[in-house]
């Protein structure tokens, strides 16, 4: 196993993982916003789970995105 390369392919995965987080994010939000399902001054719990079944990994991340 090369250190380099699977660090490399990590950071790699990762970023397309945030880029497309966020979007999904924003998008849901401002649909929300829009329908009045949200008012925009809300608190929002989220969580993302990261598996790699192939090594026996499973983590759990939360957090909050505060809207205003």
Request: glycine content about 8%.
């Amino acid at each position: 196993m090369n250190e380099d390369t699977l660090n490399m392919e990590i950071r790699q995965y990762l970023k397309k993982v945030g880029v497309t987080s966020q979007r999904e994010i924003e998008h849901a939000v401002l649909k929300a916003v829009e329908s009045g399902e949200l008012s925009g001054k809300e608190t929002l719990a989220v969580k993302m789970t990261l598996t790699v079944s192939a090594v026996g990994l499973n983590h759990c991340i939360e957090g909050e995105i505060v809207l205003e």
